[in-house]
């Protein structure tokens, strides 16, 4: 069982940047894929980013490609995401996952969620 908790979400302006974190409660952190979703008001779930167990790869939704990226330090069990360049259709609820395997863009992939972190972006 991993219990995961994000944190760092906020209001910021456009073009402002944030970073995101999620800290796994779990002795192999290093075992797990890890991965960041939003879901926007009114829209379904969206994979954003995905990193492997030791970041060797590493996945994005197009529409972040540039501006976000996504880190982990497996020595203190925290996966970042570090988003710059923030527009306003970035504003969501931003979730971190985890799973045994990598994957990129699949969501029923993950086995572990953590509660979510609000992120919203003024134009």
């Known amino acids: 069982q991993v219990q995961l908790v994000e944190s760092g979400g906020g209001l910021v302006q456009a073009g402002a940047s944030l970073r995101l974190s999620c800290a796994a409660s779990t002795r192999t952190f290093s075992a797990y894929a890890m991965a960041w979703f939003r879901r926007a008001p009114g829209k379904e779930r969206e994979f954003v980013a995905a990193i492997s167990r030791y970041g060797g790869s590493r996945g994005y939704l197009d529409s972040v490609k540039g501006r976000f990226a996504i880190s982990r330090d497996n020595a203190k069990n925290t996966v970042y995401l570090q988003m710059n360049s923030l527009k306003p259709e970035d504003t969501a609820v931003y979730y971190c996952?985890?799973?045994?395997?990598?994957?990129?863009?699949?969501?029923?992939?993950?086995?572990?969620w953590g509660q979510g972190t609000q992120v919203t972006v003024s134009s």
């Open positions: 996952a985890a799973d045994r395997d990598y994957s990129v863009g699949a969501a029923p992939s993950y086995d572990y």
